[in-house]
């Protein structure tokens, strides 16, 4: 048992897609949140100041003695390519979660794949796709607009900028039938109802930052880190641009209050050296 928070980091407001299952699946653990909504997004950047904003943003989480860091970030699994033997503490990501369970979901082993520029070109959803099962066919997708279309608020299922987005998108992977659709990026969950629309209900939409708070969860409990039952859990947000644009789009994404948690911070502090 331990009562340490845990620390989660993404770009912006796609991590709290993972934490909003954690809460769900673990309610009496304590959680930093931390969102680079200061320097979103990442997937159109280099790989090199990817790893360098994940370095501080994990240095942050780690000056509140956090005793696992989730990655819920696509982007930073995948420019960190599984090279994260320099983390201290126990660690959880968004992408090979995600790739074990479309596995488990495919039945025509036709899998689609929407992530950031960055995780596409990387290779990395491929690679781990094809280590588990060579068989199969991957259609990848980069959706660039989608980041900026979920931080700015273009959310709802009816909104028609985001669904003439969405079908320019997804019009391949739609026509040659993939049966299983990775959201490979955590903010693509907020948009799911649209996405699910446009795919049809026969096509399984995997949810990764769902997967990775999952995967917490497994990883929590071998190693027995798990909080006392009965704590009370919470979660405190932290943001390196307005604390209150994010409250707002926060709670509509988490679904309850969170006022008074969140607070800005000047990442530029944290070095980027763990
Ligand atoms: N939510 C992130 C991901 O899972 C990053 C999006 C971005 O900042 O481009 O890839």
């Given at each position: 048992?331990?009562?340490?928070?845990?620390?989660i980091?993404?770009?912006?407001?796609?991590?709290?897609?993972?934490?909003?299952?954690?809460?769900?699946?673990?309610?009496?653990?304590?959680?930093?949140?931390?969102?680079?909504?200061?320097?979103?997004?990442?997937?159109?950047?280099s790989?090199?100041?990817?790893?360098?904003?994940?370095?501080?943003?994990?240095?942050?989480l780690?000056?509140?003695?956090?005793?696992?860091?989730?990655?819920?970030?696509?982007?930073?699994?995948?420019?960190?390519?599984?090279?994260?033997?320099?983390?201290?503490?126990?660690?959880?990501?968004?992408?090979t979660?995600?790739?074990?369970?479309?596995?488990?979901?495919?039945?025509?082993?036709?899998?689609?794949?929407?992530?950031?520029?960055?995780?596409?070109?990387?290779g990395?959803?491929?690679?781990?796709?094809?280590?588990?099962?060579?068989?199969l066919?991957?259609?990848?997708?980069?959706?660039p607009?989608?980041?900026?279309l979920?931080?700015n608020g273009?959310t709802?299922?009816?909104?028609?900028?985001t669904?003439?987005?969405?079908?320019?998108?997804?019009?391949?992977?739609?026509?040659?039938?993939?049966?299983?659709?990775?959201?490979?990026?955590?903010?693509?969950?907020?948009?799911q109802?649209?996405?699910?629309?446009?795919?049809?209900?026969?096509?399984?939409?995997?949810?990764?930052?769902?997967?990775?708070?999952?995967?917490?969860?497994?990883?929590?409990?071998q190693?027995?880190?798990?909080?006392?039952?009965?704590?009370?859990g919470?979660?405190?947000?932290?943001?390196?641009?307005?604390?209150?644009?994010?409250?707002?789009?926060?709670?509509?994404?988490?679904?309850?209050?969170?006022?008074?948690?969140?607070?800005?911070?000047?990442?530029?502090?944290?070095?980027?050296?763990?």
């Amino acid at each position: 048992m331990d009562c340490r928070p845990i620390g989660i980091f993404d770009s912006g407001l796609g991590g709290l897609t993972t934490v909003r299952e954690l809460q769900r699946l673990l309610p009496s653990e304590q959680i930093v949140y931390f969102g680079d909504t200061g320097r979103v997004p990442y997937g159109t950047r280099s790989r090199e100041t990817i790893r360098k904003y994940a370095r501080q943003d994990i240095r942050f989480l780690l000056s509140h003695q956090v005793k696992m860091i989730i990655i819920a970030c696509n982007t930073v699994a995948a420019a960190l390519a599984g090279d994260t033997d320099f983390l201290p503490v126990p660690f959880a990501e968004a992408l090979t979660p995600a790739v074990h369970a479309a596995v488990r979901a495919t039945r025509n082993g036709i899998i689609g794949l929407i992530g950031t520029k960055a995780t596409v070109q990387s290779g990395a959803y491929e690679r781990t796709l094809q280590e588990l099962d060579p068989s199969l066919q991957i259609l990848p997708a980069a959706c660039p607009l989608f980041v900026p279309l979920v931080e700015n608020g273009y959310t709802s299922p009816d909104n028609p900028v985001t669904r003439l987005v969405a079908e320019e998108y997804l019009a391949e992977i739609r026509a040659r039938n993939a049966d299983t659709l990775i959201l490979g990026c955590t903010h693509y969950p907020i948009i799911q109802p649209l996405l699910q629309s446009l795919m049809g209900s026969h096509v399984t939409l995997i949810d990764s930052g769902q997967e990775a708070a999952r995967s917490a969860r497994d990883r929590l409990f071998q190693l027995k880190l798990q909080a006392p039952p009965g704590s009370a859990g919470g979660c405190r947000y932290f943001v390196s641009d307005s604390a209150s644009e994010f409250q707002e789009s926060a709670e509509a994404i988490l679904g309850h209050p969170i006022s008074g948690t969140a607070r800005q911070i000047d990442i530029e502090e944290f070095p980027d050296r763990v």
